[in-house]
């Protein structure tokens, strides 16, 4: 019997990431510091390992399950980094909740590596499973989300599994760079359902439509910690997923059904997201539904599968997806925490609390309140006024946070060349953003607001400063983002 060779170097991130898991689960008072040690030395462990050279494992001929590259590694580094916020963000928390991020941040490390997909799927879910109870927060609402998550989920696994399913029986192999080969001559009809299924089941990962309907309520009734997570680190697990199988999967072979389906998907994305933001006065909805949107620009350079001009440069319509989904998760990474740092320690009257003190606003955990709310907040909280302002343009796509411009130019560059009809939709979808965001942005820095909001102080001026200095650097230097997501076969 031939026993397959484990390179554990390639698995180090994923070691150290599960090995913060069990420490958290048995730490105590500790958890949170295993967890954010764990989790840090994990990002760190990715960041040299994908620095070296490009290692693989779990072999099958030549088809491997796990591969440790530059888009890999830094996409694990990303995952860890997130997952870091997110614990600086939260507040004293179990033991189990700090024992399930660090199972779901090392999902996502695994996800970046994986190349089967039996090994994706199973990562996705790693990554997404521990969210059913981190969503849930007491009272009837985050029951409520919790299901609604769960439901949704367990459905979309169904029916990605049932297209892998497919897959695999017309390619004969779940590796990814078999399907490429083995979709060739399989059965027209056969493959299109795959990958239809397979495709639409990631999909609800990233909240693309019509799988959408989920994020504005969850992300709404979430704790605010976990809507950030939720909002990046999760988005960023169904964008991977997306990537990997198309380019490396269903690319080369079945790009014309491929195509359509993710055209479809990408389309229907960007006007539902669009439309749903404009009507929004609560600030979470209308963060969940302009990323809805995001998720179809993320989407669109992946479309171009589905014509001879996009297959000849595939390996740069999926960098700029990769690389989009990467900037849009950082930026949905910094208006979730500065969201979280002016809401926390703030009541409602809507929660019956009319005695609250003076000076005190409205915050249930979780909840985000109105965009009105936010009124003034430059003068009150300029730490996290900043960082929301940054990330708001940012995703608007326009100066000084040019992040979001270098992420929305890397697409259209790519759509210019095979799919105009998709720019221009791109293009008009990313104007109408600006209805919606510019009106946030005018009333963080010229509203005149309640009081009783949250300063930024505390423990959550070093998460802000962290995803801040993040966002800075990607900015002043963005090509530190585009050099890891350039894929190469």
Known sequence: MQVQAIDHMALLPLYLAAGAGVLALFAGRFAKACTMIGLSAA???AAWVGGGEDRA??????WHSFV??????????????LSVLV????????????FLLAVSAAGGITLAGARDLITLIVALETLTVPLYVLVTRPGRDGAEAGVTFLIASIVSSATALMGAALLYSAAGTVHLEGLAAGLAGADAGLVAAGAALLLGGLAFKLAAAPLHAWAPLVLERAPLPIATYLASASKLGGAVAIVWVVHFGLGASAGTSTGIVVAALSVASIVTGNLGALVQRRTVPLLAWSGIAHAGYVLAPLAVVATAAGQEDAAAAASAALAYAVFFVLLEA???AALTAIRSGAVSPADGLDAAPAGRGVHVSGEGGSIAELAGLWRAAPLPASLLLFSVVGLAGLPPALAGTFAKVAVLEVLAS????LAVIVAAGAVLGLAYYLPLARTVLMGRGAAGRGTGKGRFAIALALIGIALLAVTLAPQLVLDFTAISR
């Open 43 to 45: 990002a760190i462990a």
């Open 57 to 62: 494992t779990f072999a099958v001929g030549g």
């Open 68 to 81: 440790a590259d530059d888009a890999a590694m830094g996409a694990a580094v990303v995952f860890a980094g």
């Open 87 to 98: 614990a600086a963000l939260s507040g004293r928390q179990a033991g189990e909740y700090w």
């Open 334 to 336: 910094g208006a979730f």
């Open 418 to 421: 095979s799919a105009v009809w």
